[in-house]
């Protein structure tokens, strides 16, 4: 989160301090981390095909706590280069109880400003996840999108993934609702929190609560995430104003 | 109405006072503070403020920081929120006095050599190292981050003294009598602390529930 602080008010440095090349000044950008702990429970199983019976479920809860730090750049007032990092640890309970893990790496994305703290992203890169005697460990080709919706002290906050497994058949064709994809994952939350500008440019945060929803193997997971969010973005200096802000 | 909003708006019920104690015995107190906006919520500093029986003035020790200051309990620039985590009074206090004057200088010059923001060695590694190494019995909160490091991989027993803990940087784990079940995912806690009950969170005053005492 510091360097990303740094980084941000280098871009104002070099406006100020860079007269010929001008480099940061049409600088556009923002960041944010959400700190979180999310617990899923199974909802529904599908048939077997062949049976008709539920096959055995390997999850019956998951919970994972971690991170997720993102930020984008450009020097356009509304899209940016967008990059993720997803960093995600906990366990599972069930018949396979144990170590669960989910680490995403999202370095291809572009994020489009809907206002100076709303933005939609959208992210892709690879992201690894599994757990032990449970889930087979498996490298996921993730398709990400964020959305996040600021209202003064409420913010909306949500997200989803439609995952691509390999090297885990077990894993394949597992979300009904996506039929495309093999796993699908999602949140919507709501933050109560504050807006400041102590640093020359617009951050806020707060708490939120959110429902989470996983498909998985074929399963429905419903939970609820408990969080903690920060958001901080340069000031879209050339929306209705003609020059700079800064 | 007001008064149980301002009760419950660190989330953590019944916390310290910020009220200096009486200078008529020695005073050792660890306090934190949040960083400025918008870390605030995430991310708090701690220091030790020690005031000798009679004096008006107080001693700090902290990385990045240090000195001579008139309250230390409600105004320590830069930081916000002040909290009391720990007061020590009389024999107590005078054991630990000598204790952080001694230490506290080379554990401050390492961490500053070696800091690192982020998971640490930084400021709240800091303040846990001093702490067990004088045998003063606390605990820095949740939001603390870095108070769990103990290198690549580390364990021993927990600064409040009633517990163990066993800590990498992507995951570490704390068990005690006082210190309840802390689980530290990628330098976050998370956990349960029975007395006093309260959810232990990785932000705000770092517990849900009653202060720690």
């Not at chain 1, 706590?65 to 007032?77: I, V």
């Not at chain 1, 892709?124 to 889930?135: H, R």
């Not at chain 2, 784990?173 to 602390?193: A, M, P, R, T």
């Amino acid at each position: 989160m510091k360097v990303l602080i740094a980084l941000i008010a280098a871009a104002r440095v070099a406006h100020a301090s860079c007269g010929i090349c001008n480099f940061g000044r049409d600088m556009e950008g923002g960041a944010y981390l959400h700190e979180e702990l999310t617990l899923v429970t199974h909802v529904e199983d599908p048939p077997s095909p062949e049976t008709g019976v539920h096959p055995p479920r390997t999850i019956d809860q998951l919970g994972l706590a971690g991170f997720r730090l993102h930020g984008f750049a450009g020097w356009s007032e509304t899209i940016g280069y967008h990059i993720g990092l997803d960093l995600g640890f906990g366990a599972t309970l069930g018949r396979h109880g144990g170590f669960a893990y989910e680490v995403g790496f999202l370095p291809a994305g572009v994020a489009v400003r809907l206002g100076t703290s709303s933005w939609l992203t959208l992210g892709t890169g690879i992201v690894a996840s599994g757990a032990t005697g449970a889930v087979d460990d498996a490298v996921v080709l993730p398709l990400d999108v964020d959305l996040e919706l600021d209202a003064n002290r409420v913010r909306v906050i949500a997200w989803g993934r439609a995952g691509w497994t390999a090297g885990s058949p077990q894993r394949h064709d597992g979300a009904p609702s996506l039929p495309f994809a093999d796993e699908l994952e999602a949140m919507v939350g709501l933050r109560i929190g504050h807006h400041y500008n102590d640093f020359g440019f617009p951050t806020g945060n707060g708490g939120y609560l959110g429902v989470a929803y996983k498909e998985m193997f074929g399963t429905k997971f419903v939970g609820l995430t408990l969080g903690y969010s920060i958001d901080m973005a340069t000031k879209q200096h050339r929306i209705g104003h003609g020059e700079s802000n800064w | 109405m007001r008064a149980l909003w301002v009760l419950c708006a660190s989330c953590a019920v019944f916390p310290h006072t910020l009220d200096m104690p009486p200078n008529d015995e020695t005073t050792v107190a660890l306090l934190t503070g949040s960083l400025g906006h918008p870390l605030d919520g995430i991310a708090r500093h701690p220091w030790f403020a020690v005031r000798k029986k009679g004096e008006t003035h107080w001693e700090t020790y902290e990385v990045g920081g240090g000195g001579n200051e008139e309250d230390p309990f409600r105004h320590h620039s830069p930081y916000l929120n002040p909290q009391v985590e720990h007061v020590w009074r009389g024999e107590e206090a005078e054991r630990a006095a000598a204790c952080i004057e001694r230490v506290a200088g080379d554990v401050k010059d390492y961490i500053e050599e070696h800091y690192i923001f982020y998971p640490g060695p930084n400021s709240n590694t800091f303040g846990d190292v001093v702490l067990r190494k004088c045998g003063l019995h606390a605990s820095l909160p949740s939001t603390s981050v870095g108070k769990d490091w103990r290198g690549w991989i580390g364990g021993g027993i927990t600064s409040e003294g009633t517990g163990v803990q066993v800590e990498t940087p992507v995951l570490g784990l704390k068990v005690g009598l006082k210190e309840g079940v802390e689980v530290h995912i990628i330098g976050l806690s998370f956990g349960i602390d029975l007395w006093p009950p309260a959810l232990i969170v990785p932000f705000g005053s770092g517990r849900l529930g009653f202060a720690d005492r």
